[in-house]
Nanobody
């Protein structure tokens, strides 16, 4: 499975971005897809997850109500809509895939076995 994240950039506080993660390789219909982020000097943290087959989602408390994850099975893409961005959202954002058969969206990065390269989101105050 190959993952390619894109859509990062520089935005002012209060602005929006949409990140995309394109998947290729194995059939993804049974995957859980996750978004994580890592700010400078900090550990990687969970942001959001979505079950590819039924669209169930899970969000970190820090982004709940501001970020939305979705998927487009026809394009093999997962999206993360980032609204009401704050300077503390500045980080490299990563998409990840879990093919380990979990039925629920997962927040633990150890449960993901494929990772894409990150895309940088910078939010200015």
């Amino acid at each position: 499975v190959q993952l390619q994240a894109s859509g990062g950039g520089l935005v002012q506080a209060g602005g929006s971005l949409r990140l995309s993660c394109t998947t290729s390789g194995r059939t993804v219909s049974s995957y859980n897809m996750g978004w994580f982020r890592q700010a400078p000097g900090k550990e990687r943290e969970f942001v959001a997850a979505i079950n590819w087959s039924d669209g169930r989602t899970l969000y970190a408390d820090s982004v709940k109500g501001r970020f939305t994850s979705s998927r487009d099975s026809t394009k093999n893409k997962v999206y993360l809509q980032l609204n009401s961005l704050k300077p503390e959202d500045t980080a490299v954002y990563y998409c990840a895939a879990s093919t380990r058969g979990y039925t629920d969206p997962q927040s633990n990065p150890a449960q993901y076995n494929y990772w894409g390269q990150g895309t940088l989101v910078t939010v200015s105050s």
